[in-house]
Every structure is written in structure tokens, then in C-alpha cells.
């Protein structure tokens, strides 16, 4: 059976162009025009990606979204959005959103975000763990970090993302780098995506997160794994 994708938008055109093209793709889709019907179809269809609309009835897309995160880590979730403001991108990002795609949109742009949502779900990750400082565990077989003994609640993106730091401790790697080999897509023109996930994941695993240890900046490069922490 083929993947499932959940389409919501109170727009019925917009939904019916994204149905008809990720069918194309060989994708499964299930519907939904507002919040509370988003929230019926993915409680009992359990689709494998979200494509989420901001400006919904009844219940706006980041409760939805939000909603969702609450108990499940795991689902992508792609916001869909007409507002330009940089503050609902970042929004969308912070409850929990793995990414967001502005209207108008590209349909093979947007078809190759799915893809690689649903790739990167799907691959049966061998991630090396690095080297492990005190206090900071990765467990590869739960697919979980620890910080002193606790589960730091990461989604699957923010465990990834330490996953492949950790795994080239003190080499920088660009957001641009960092887009292509962890979120899996070539970059498409809006870098926030990746310095929202880094800001997200040191909240969770640094004592200080103005202070990190972990994750560092290279300041005009990117990002890397301390390897003296």
C-alpha cells in the first residue's frame, strides 16, 4: 500500500491540484477543509505526511499542529501558508513544524519536499552516535537522546540533526549542507528552517542554551558538534 498524505486547506481547488498531483506520484490522499476535520482524519487515518494550511476554520493549522506534536514526534508536517511574515514561518517551526512551503508554490517543488519527508522517515537510519560527552547520550536503538538520564523529546528532525552532527564531531557544516543531507532536499531559497532547528534542539539539550556546548556556531559558516564538550 502506498504512502498517505493528508492535504488540508479550506480551499477545495488548491486541495484537489495537490490530490491529483502527489497521486501522479504514486501517493495515497485523504482530505480535510478545517481544523477539526485535520484532526479527525489524522487521528483515525494515521497518514504517513501533513500538508497543513495556516488559515483554517474552526481550528487554525497551528493548533493543529500543535496538537499533533503533543503525542507524535514523528508524522512531517509541512505548513502551507499565504502570509509572508518571517514570525509565522518561525511559528510553524517552533511547535513543531518540519517545514513550510509559502503560496504560491512550486507543485514540483512541493512534490519534492514530500518525497523527501517521507524518504527521510522511511530510511531505516544506521546514524553513527559520535562521540558521547557526559550527560548527553544518543541511544541509536530507541531513537532517542538522553540528557542526564532523560529523554531530551526530540522530534525525529532535531534527532537527526544531532545525529549527524554527532557523527563528524568539530566538522562545520553549512545550513545549506545541512538542508541537503538532513532535511534531504536541495535548498530552495529560505534558510530559517535550519537555524529554527538548531535554536529548538539547544533549548532541549543544553543546560544553557545562550552557552551551548554541543552545538556551535561557526560564526559566517554553520554549524558543528563540539568535540570538547
Known sequence: MGKTVLIVDDEKNIVDILSFNLKKE???????????????????????LILLDVML?????????RR???NDRITPIIMLTAREEETDKVLGLDIGADDYITKPFSIRELQARV???????????????????????????????????RSAELTQREYELICFLAASPGKVFSREELLHDVWQYEYFGDLRA????????????EEDSSQPQYILTKRGVGYYFSVDS
Request: aromatic share 6%.
Open 194 to 205: 535550519v537555524d529554527v532547528a538548531v535554536r529548538r534542539l539547544r533549548e532541549k539539550i
Open 68 to 70: 499533533i506534536r503533543e
Open 26 to 48: 504514486g501517493l495515497e490522499t485523504i482530505t480535510a477543509y478545517d481544523g477539526e476535520a485535520a484532526l479527525a482524519q489524522y487521528s483515525s487515518k494515521r497518514p504517513d
Open 57 to 65: 476554520p474552526r481550528i487554525d493549522g497551528f493548533e493543529v499542529c
Open 115 to 149: 518525497k523527501a519527508n517521507i524518504r527521510r522517515t522511511d530510511a531505516q537510519s544506521e546514524e553513527h552516535e559520535g562521540d558521547k560527552p557526559e550527560g548527553l547520550v544518543i541511544d541509536s536503538e530507541r531513537y532517542d537522546v538522553f540528557i542526564n538520564g
